[in-house]
């Protein structure tokens, strides 16, 4: 028995067919749903404005292309600017609003070609190379947007970098004509020659109203501190004449003075201290007995002698920068560009970026009525600190005055670092130099800096045939409470190492591992036996170190688990008169390293140190059987930026049993090879990465008068 059913071609009919007219609903239905879903999205992404099309194009940085635009005589006059004006009065923070990258957004207003009734043009030089440069860096920037509905800063695209060539009345109308001005609220100008005969002041004079002024010739009486930004003045030097970086160090003239138009008096108040000090000090004019022809910019005059300039400047270990028509000078960045320490003398004066630079790092200021001891206070300054002074002048110029790309991102970022501050560049990031990056490898910081996990400590004893001492050294360090492992690399390839049976008994594991070669890298090899993070590398001759020095230097690396943690203190120095680097072994007041023939370190710079050391310095450290301890600190230092600490007072390490034959580092080419060795890492590494201090760590109560039963570390040991 079965159920007859109605089938037709394609099966059985389970659901009814639809009817025609039903179908063409829907279809119609689905139609319109899918267009309305096309339409807005194009409306969702299709530019809202017209000012969004205006974005700032290679084809519209020609003042000769742009359109014009005709100034109405009767055109409204922004306010002349509100000296009261702050961030939080005069500036909508709310239009930034918030974004991952926590980055403001720029827009820059199309070209126009503001012209008045007549058809004269505001300005005489239209749009200069420099803001032409200024505005191309901006809009090649991740700060730049071509969305006015997201700016949270507009910058015009008007010229007012050099006042002289503008005519005040006609640019401020040219402003308040600007879409978005709203009373200058949120916009930025940039300007570095204010002011104009007879009085100069030091500020714009074209009205502004509310908006931001960039200036370069600031005093403390029209700075408004925290919403203007002072900068350089840019000297057209820089882009035509390329000076490569000096050595720091003495020059041939102690101060020179190569401004041209200075006051009277301050001219022969410089040359009264020309005729009591003699060579020291080269005091230049403009040129006048030069050919025609002769490009008079460029050259420097004393007693009808020519001096190439800026050239003549890096002769100089300080430069004097005084105050003009205008308080900001030129002069300061070719002082910087040279690696001269300026010595800046102009009263009221608001240095460059001085909200996130330090130029007491970089600079001397002395008051005007002072100019007279300038010598004095100047030969007062110890001679590192000087040589330190011209590497971070130096510096300030090419992270920040040395192109108008570098003036225009600085001013962009310090205004960005007021609107997010919680993401702020640090006083560090502002102020010190970058470390040299020799490899793809990260930073070691993701090291924690707090006690890590695995605790204590692995003991690796580098040695070759001193068992005495070895064992001795074994015995010593067995009884320091953190000591979790010893590692005994045996170097010796023509030697097999005590029978088991004749090692010291310790409460840890001992094992041995023999090498391959004698290599003095094999200390620094990662070996898998490392189970925990922190290492002490030790010589298998330190045996005066006690127990309680041994754990104290361990507690230390606990707090600071990226640093070289040791005991023996060396010091880099410059040698002048050779014109290099020396190691310095005697006993000073500074430490730049600490010797890895007793140190803590973190397991992680095994790894650096085998795999990922720069150049031949590995090899190089193998070949001469030295300074494998120079490049640890080198690597250390290069990476963190930071210096090592020196823990605990002794300073003898000698063995006294070793003689030298048994040991290194009594070898009499043994200082000269290590001064060398400074030398070539600083080659290969292209700096300088070793940092001085004048620290050490020592356990708070070990000199003080109390019972020895309340110290932790009552036997620290002496010098």
Partial sequence: MYTSGKYSSRGPALIPRMKTKHRIYYITLFSVVLLGLIATGMFQFWPHSIESAGDWTLAKRSVHDAPLAHLPISSPIPGRGDLSCRMHTCF????????????????????????????????????????????????????????????????????????????????????????????????????????????????????????????????????????????????????????????????????LSSQTAIHREYRAELERLKEENGEALLLLDKCTNLSQGAVTARKRCYKGQAYDYPQILQESSFCVVLRGARLGQAALSDVLQAGCVPVILADSYILPFSEVLDWKRASVVIPEEKLSEMYTILKSIPHRQVEEMQRQARWFWDAYFSSMKAIGLTTLQIINDRIYPYAARTYEQWNNPPVVKWTSVNSPLFLPLIPPRAPGFTAVVLTYDRIESLFRVIKEISKVPSLAKLLVVWNNQNKSPPEESLWPKVNVPLKVVRTKENKLSNRFFPYDEIETEAVLAIDDDIIMLTSDELQFGYEVWREFPDRLVGYPGRLHLWDHELGKWKYESEWTNEVSMVLTGAAFYHKYFNYLYTYKMPGDIKNWVDAHMNCEDIAMNFLVANITGKAPIKVTPRKKFKCPECTAIDGLSLDQTHMVERSECINKFASVFGTMPLKVVEHRADPVLYKDDFPEKLKSFPNIGSL
């Fill in 92 to 255: 909508d923070v709310y239009r930034c609003g918030f974004n991952p990258k926590n980055r403001i957004k720029v827009y820059i207003y199309s070209l126009q070609k503001f012209v008045d009734e007549m058809g004269v043009p505001i300005s005489s030089t239209g749009l200069s190379r420099e803001y032409n440069d200024l505005l191309s860096a901006i809009s090649d920037s991740d700060f730049y947007t071509d969305d006015v509905n997201r700016a949270c800063l507009f910058i015009p695209s008007i010229d007012v970098l050099n006042q002289n060539s503008l005519r005040v009345r006609e640019t401020a109308q040219a402003l308040a004509m600007l879409p978005r001005w709203d009373k200058g609220m949120n916009h930025l100008l940039f300007n570095m020659l204010p002011g104009g005969p007879p009085d100069y002041n030091t500020a714009l004079d074209v009205p502004r109203d509310r908006a931001l002024l960039a200036g370069g010739g600031f005093s403390t009486w029209t700075y408004r501190q925290g919403y203007d930004v002072s900068i350089p003045v840019y000297s057209p030097l820089s882009a035509d004449v390329e000076l490569p970086e000096r050595h720091p160090g003495p020059r041939r003239y102690f101060i």
